[in-house]
């Protein structure tokens, strides 16, 4: 791929450079070696474990994660010379490009990958990941005999990487929280699926009676109008979560500028005048409000315009006082003000509200256009400003249908 090339020709230019530096540079009291003895030296160095069992291994550390480096596999040779050298520069490069490839050591010390994007491991890591994945999904699948095959496909959005299981009817039945790397969105799956496994779906109702599956406290559906319908998707997650291939994906350029723009152009919370929101909010006329619900021993809350519409909808919290700490985390998020507009594997737009430091992103509500999209988070700015904090009164919880 093209945007990988660019990253590793700065690296491959980096390298040649150092190596000229270090060829220059005299020794102690060692004789010179020839380029044709440093060969042969190198040739008997040569490890006995292939240079590719470290690629293998760079799967698992990359996992947790930020990319690990590209050091655990080598370079292919076609990327080891930079375009546009010289005569004399190509001479004085060659004898050292062979002697690094030949004398590759069984492990070979870590190597910077400041050339890469902090999110994305290597290509080879990449792949040998999907390998895997892949064959443990077939494996599985005609282990279990399944008839009816989902599929976990993955997407680059604003926020990080999500997976997204789909029924063999293209219905998506679930859409993930985001992760930082591919290969971390990779054991997402691994991990959603034991959940499926061992865990069981609640059911909510909200005050709006929207319902939505709640697994584990930790996967979120989507919102339903009936409980039937949630249901009935809770059941074909059920169904599919460990009878679905995995479809590799390689995000695309635009997928990638739009993730590293948003990284990149993040305000900073040092640059907020939190004095002069704090006179702000004091002096405000107050409008709309931040409610805080209690569902079946849980709390939530909701930011509510003055007419009433749903600007932001929260997870639940176990007792009312983290649910106030979420309403203050939210607050400062807003000020502080990275807000992103995404479109979703169901073809919805909805805001993306990052976090201060590394905690989650805020997902705002589902829209069917941008511009409605846009507006909201227009009102979620004004709103925060003037809105009272309410925690909603005995007897108003929602009833079941």
């Given amino acids: 791929m093209g945007f990988w090339n660019l990253f590793q020709k700065k690296k491959d230019k980096d390298e040649s450079e150092a190596e000229k530096a270090a060829a220059a540079k005299p020794t102690d009291s060692k004789p010179a070696v020839s380029a044709d003895a440093r060969s042969a030296s190198a040739a008997k160095a040569a490890p006995a474990k292939p240079a590719a069992s470290s690629a293998k291994a760079a799967p698992a550390k990359a996992a947790s994660g930020t990319a690990k ?94 997976f997204y299981l789909i029924a063999n009817n293209g219905q998506v039945l679930f859409d993930s929280p985001s992760f930082t790397t591919l290969i971390g969105a990779l054991n997402g799956i691994k991990t959603f699926k034991k959940t499926v496994a061992n865990g069981e779906f609640d059911i909510k109702v909200d005050k709006y009676k929207r319902y939505r599956f709640i697994l584990a406290n930790k996967y979120y559906g989507e919102n339903y109008t009936t409980r039937e319908q949630c249901q009935k998707c809770a059941e074909s997650v059920r169904n599919f979560a460990n009878n679905a291939r995995i479809i590799r994906y390689t995000p695309d350029k635009e997928a990638l500028i739009a993730y590293e723009t948003a990284r990149l152009t ?136």
Wanted: with cysteine; hydrophobic share 35%.
């Fill in 69 to 162: 480096s590209a050091a655990a596999k080598p370079q292919p040779a076609k990327t080891t010379a930079p375009a546009a050298k010289s005569g004399a520069q190509k001479s004085a490069s060659a004898a050292p490009k062979a002697v690094k490839i030949s004398s590759a050591p069984a492990n070979p010390p870590a190597r910077s990958n400041a050339g890469y994007p902090f999110f994305a491991t290597t290509e080879e890591d990449i792949r040998l990941a999907f390998d895997n994945a892949i064959a443990e999904a077939e494996a599985e699948i005609e282990k279990n005999g399944a008839k009816a095959i989902g599929k976990y496909e993955f997407n680059l959005e604003v926020d990080g990487f999500h």
């Fill in 266 to 401: 993040k305000n900073s919370a040092d640059n907020v005048d939190w004095n002069a929101i704090a006179r702000a909010e004091a002096t405000a006329q107050k409008k709309g409000k931040f409610e805080i619900c209690e569902e079946k021993n849980e709390f939530c809350f909701y930011l509510l315009a003055s007419n009433g519409q749903i600007l932001y909808s929260s997870r639940y919290y176990a007792n009312e006082n983290a649910c106030r700490k979420g309403i203050e985390s939210f607050k400062r998020a807003a000020y502080v003000g990275n807000f992103f507009v995404d479109r979703d594997k169901f073809g919805n737009y909805r805001y993306v509200l990052k976090n201060i430091g590394s905690a989650p992103s805020f997902i705002g509500e589902s829209y069917d256009n941008k511009p409605q999209c846009e507006k909201i988070i227009e009102s979620v700015k004004n709103f925060i400003v003037t809105a009272t904090i309410e925690k909603e009164s005995d007897g108003e919880s929602p009833a079941e249908e």
